[in-house]
């Protein structure tokens, strides 16, 4: 057993490393693929972490497409930047970057170059923008084959100008210096920025959307310097860049926060990343790949330890990779390969939920095999009836041997459909009319009474008698009476008098002083004086002794009670409802309860009458059980039958055992329906009919026989002879459990009213399979029993689900001591 496991195990560890290593292959393989994820999850992460406030330092001046038309068209003329540049320089900004590339193309321009050159010369803080050709890496350098100056630039080889080229390979990559030949060119944020720096690029962090940074369009700058506004106060030591934002002229890219994110807001965000220190860090993108990968085997470890958790691994490793990856991308700033983590993950997911599907579809395809089986059967056997009677008819003739098999038949074809009806939802015939009163839950007309008699009851201080048999609900009728009364606002005390000894119960109900009997160790109030102004409920008052009759009598006539040892009386003021299961008028006659008592107690008398009275209650009462506690789960039409036929001896007590045992039955097969198998056999009596007696019934009649497995899987319509065999081990399972582990009555169960050569066959196969499961406890050598059943799988694996539970209770028992 261990060795079959530990090879699955491996086998499944295996092909858990192959689709991790294949998955990583691929996105090695396919590096743009790759790239392309790791940008969406950054940008899911970015966006999921929201804006962050750009640098405070930096003023956008841009030259909207109403400026545009406002001014002129376009190239505006350069004396406007001559007059942007003057103004700036005037109000003490640190740095200018005029974004906007000047071209010397443009011949109606040359007659201001002069006014501009000046202009920049006089400011000394200006730097201008200057456009690389190609580009190409080279040992960690970057080159281009040329570069065009601003017309300044070509009038005054001393103003300092800046490339404001970019490189996008899923990110946005700006070369901090481009060679030409002898002339190395600074990125224009760089050169702004005056920052020295040992990279060789930067990858921009949109840290926000453009907007957020301080910006001016051209024209509400003109109306501060015209008004003379005190906000140009905040203008002085700032870094200021000129661009244009008219996305008809200007080239625009997207960002997380932005669809059309103009050039000149590129390069704030490049001159941001730079003050800040704060550029996405790509050095650990290559071992961000070997480090998930790690991480993808440690779960593929977590997942094989935790066999019986697999959900729980799966969320939680989900959670810690998330956390992962959220921080790295947005608190470090690092270029992670996300994918390389993700992917693969998401890979053994889809597996294991495919696995999980063909697991769940096997099962399903079990019950459908059964379930198919069943009717063909049920329509094969009225077929028979129908020949048989026509037979019959023909002949005129009566035959004792024929009458006997339509008999049997239509005792077979009645049990067929009765299993058809197990396995279809029960409609209720009282949707909407039950009532609950108080924890009462009922319909019929004789509980409506009660109920009515409770309201009449409760308001007064009387004292209440409440009959009826065990389990009918006497105690919430008290609870009911004491809600509804004018002591609701003060205890309710439940004492149940036939579980205790007379002089047990006198002290309980009376109390006791220190000393007055041995252990009496100190004072204690007894349930008389907790009840105080309250109420007390006395179950089973039928069954005290004389004795305390007498004492309880004083009670109810003047309220004082006495603890036992004390000579001292105490007034009390309780409500007494009494309950019991006897008949206490009968009582007083054969002289075992005192009539005056009977009288005293007897002042209102509220009669609960038992279940099997009121049977239109029994679907109300399951109903609400299972709303209660499984709510996902209903009755079948055959259980709903058959809890209406019981004669319910423990009442309303007994049916909500039966339905929590039920649910605790077919929540473990995973089903939603309470059928006919989940019931005691007492309620169901014959009426239950499913494959696994059909399997039995065949087997007997082939008396167990060494060929009985294949010939009752032929006489059941050419069927798995594992279906069969694994049915046959599941009811033995069954009923060794509903035996209490007896082996002698589970073999007389299984065989039947049969010779002894049968039930010698039907022992050893019952001990075979009990033998098989102690020989593989005592391999495994775990001693707790979730250890044991992980280790299991293969003895769960053919077996239908419906005798799951069963195995469950055999292994317990198995663990726990040693068949002989």
Known sequence: MNILNELKSKKKTILFLSITILVSLLLIIFPDFRKSVDEEIQTVVVKTRGEVNPDTNI????????????????????????????????????????????????????????????????????????????????????????????????????????????????????????IDKDIREEAFAYQISELQSNEKYLLVNFVSSWKRIRNYSALEFAKLVYDKSPELRKFKNKFVLIGISDIQIAQTIKSPFDDQLPGMALHAFALDNLLNARSIKDD??????????????????????????????????????????????????????????????????????????????????????????????????????FSLQKKLNESGEESLQLSNKINLLRNDIEKLKDNEDDRSKALSDYQGKNEEFCGLIYTSSSMKKVVELIKKAAPTDSTVLITGESGTGKELVARAIHTLSKRNDQNFIAVNCGALMDSLLESELFGHIKGSFTGATSDKPGRFELADRGTIFLDEIGDTSENFQVKMLRVLQSGEIEKVG???????????????????????????????????????????????ERKEDVEAIATSILQTDAPEISLSKAVLKSLKEYQWKGNVRELESVIKRAIIFARSEKRNLIQLSD??????????????????????????????????????????????????????????????????????????NADNEVKERVRLKVQTFLNNIQNDIDKTGAKDIETIKKQFSSKYKNLPVKFHFYLDEVIKWSSQSIIR
Do not use: C
Not at 324 to 335: C, D, P, R, T, W
Not at 363 to 371: F, H, M, P, R, S
Not at 586 to 604: M, S
């Open 59 to 178: 003023i956008i001046i841009h030259f909207s497409a109403d400026d545009i038309a406002r001014i002129g068209p376009w190239p505006i003329k350069r004396n406007y930047y001559a007059l942007l540049i003057n103004q700036l320089s005037n109000l003490g900004v640190k740095k200018i970057g005029l974004e906007i590339f000047l071209s010397s193309r443009f011949v109606t321009q040359s007659v201001y170059d002069n006014l501009l050159r000046k202009e920049i010369e006089k400011s000394g803080k200006v730097v201008l923008s200057s456009v690389a050709g190609k580009i190409n890496t080279f040992d960690n350098n970057f080159y281009t084959d040329s570069l065009s100056y601003p017309s300044p630039k070509l009038l005054d080889e001393s103003l300092v100008t800046g490339h404001i080229n970019y490189i996008y390979d899923n990110e946005y990559k700006i070369p901090l210096q481009l």
């Open 566 to 612: 004390s000579t001292k009386v105490q007034r009390v003021s309780v409500r007494v409802v009494a309950a019991t299961n006897k008949n206490l008028s009968e009582l007083v006659k054969a002289k075992n309860f005192r009539e005056d008592l009977y009288y005293r107690l007897n002042v209102i008398t509220i009669e609960v009458p038992p279940l099997r």
């Open 284 to 385: 650990y993108y290559p071992s961000s790949i070997i480090f998930f990968l790690f991480l993808i085997l440690g779960f593929i470890y977590l997942r094989n330890i935790t066999k019986g958790r697999i959900i729980i691994s799966y969320i939680i490793a989900g959670v810690i990779f998330l956390l992962i990856i959220f921080f790295a991308v947005s608190e470090f700033n690092l270029k992670i390969s996300s994918s390389s983590l993700l992917l693969p993950f998401l890979s053994l997911i889809i597996f294991d939920g495919i696995q999980f599907f063909l697991r769940g579809q096997k099962v399903l395809k079990g019950a459908i095999d059964e379930t198919t089986l069943l009717r063909n059967l049920l329509v094969s056997k009225e077929k028979e009836l």
């Open 679 to 752: 019931l005691p056999k007492e309620i169901v009596k014959e009426a239950r009919f499913g494959f696994e007696d059909l399997v039995l019934e065949s087997l007997r009649n082939k008396r167990f026989s060494h060929s009985s497995i294949n010939e009752t899987a032929k006489e059941l319509g050419n069927v798995n002879r594992t279906m069969v065999s694994e049915n046959l081990r599941g009811l033995v399972l069954k009923t060794f459990v509903e035996n209490e582990f007896n082996i002698e009555k589970s073999i007389f169960a299984v065989a039947g």
